[in-house]
């Protein structure tokens, strides 16, 4: 946004998102003011204690009075209640914009507070994050180099589109569009159901006999690798998988397929068959794996 003066900001939602958004702003200068609020009076207190915002707003309404752009950083399933909440502070020229990892259900949200989706309202999805949540774990280089998803609607206004690219490339993500329903459909299979195996998976063992003395104890990086993401909000992934409950359900049941197919291999001594799928599932991560995030 070189040559433009900075924004004054709104951030509804001070969570790990929406914290190292307003640092992410701040550090690339292009914001002059930001104000703040949450449902939670603790993370308000943390995020003026470690200046995330300038003003900690007493409602939604009061953070976006005023403001150029007003980001919605709350779990999805909250989005119509924020949304309808900071509707009376609304000015006819700014624009709206959210960080919801779902973004059809975003856009149904949308309108049911408003009827129809406001032309500068911008759905926007950032691909990033940590386990961590809360504005204390805010980063200001979170989002660098990492992909911002923008899926534009049938109303889009196109400067308000502009300014919201403009916002996240100056934080150094990588914008690129698509349709809401192509974006649920790939995450749903990169993001959600990992998120729901991971929870399952440390689920079971944690009802295994031995689970304390033995099974954790004994743990090593593989499993901390693999179930580091169960150690996410489980709010938030709760209200993720219900927002995006059946392309999950759907990419869920050709998994279960699968794990029965691994099942009946070991139940008639197919090992041949399950080197095959191990080597193929290698082949496919070793060829895409400098194309993820």
Same mark, same amino acid.
């Given at each position: ?61 009061? @953070? &976006?009075?005023?403001?150029? !752009?007003?980001?919605? =950083?709350?779990?999805?399933? /909250?989005?119509? +209640? %924020? ?86 490339? @100056? &934080?150094?993500?990588?914008? !690129?569009?698509?349709? =809401?329903?192509?974006?649920? /459909?790939?995450? +749903? %299979? ?104």
């Amino acid at each position: 946004m070189s040559g433009v003066a900075p924004i004054r900001l709104a951030i509804v939602g001070l969570g790990l998102i929406g914290g190292s958004l307003a640092r992410a702003l701040r550090e690339a200068g292009v914001v002059s003011n930001i104000a703040g609020f949450d449902r939670d009076p603790e993370q308000i207190r943390i995020a003026l204690e470690l200046g995330v915002i300038d003003r900690a707003a007493t409602d939604a309404a009061d @953070a &976006v009075r005023g403001a150029d !752009v007003a980001v919605i =950083a709350v779990p999805v399933l /909250a989005t119509a +209640a %924020a949304v309808a909440a900071c509707k009376p502070g609304l000015g006819p020229n700014t624009i709206l914009t959210d960080v919801g990892s779902t973004k059809q259900s975003v856009l149904d949200a949308v309108i049911s507070v408003f009827g129809e989706i406001p032309p500068r309202f911008v759905a926007a999805h950032p691909i990033a994050g940590t386990e961590k949540s809360g504005v204390a774990h805010a980063k200001a280089d979170l989002f660098r180099n990492h992909r911002l998803i923008l899926t534009p609607h049938p109303a889009q206004d196109a400067q308000a589109l502009a300014t919201v690219e403009a916002l996240w490339t @100056a &934080v150094g993500a990588r914008v !690129v569009k698509m349709e =809401a329903t192509r974006h649920d /459909a790939i995450f +749903a %299979a990169t993001s959600h159901l990992p998120h729901l195996l991971a929870y399952s998976f440390v689920d079971m063992l944690d009802q295994l006999d031995g689970a304390d003395a033995d099974i954790f104890p004994n743990a090593g990086g593989g499993f901390r690798d693999f179930t580091r993401i169960a150690s996410s909000s489980p709010r938030m992934w709760h209200d993720i998988l219900r927002a995006n409950a059946g392309p999950v359900a759907k990419l869920l049941r050709k998994q279960i397929d699968e794990l029965n197919g691994l099942l009946q291999m070991i139940e008639t001594g197919d090992w041949d068959a399950m080197r095959t799928v191990f080597e193929r599932a290698r082949a496919a991560r070793e060829r895409h794996l400098t194309r993820i995030e």
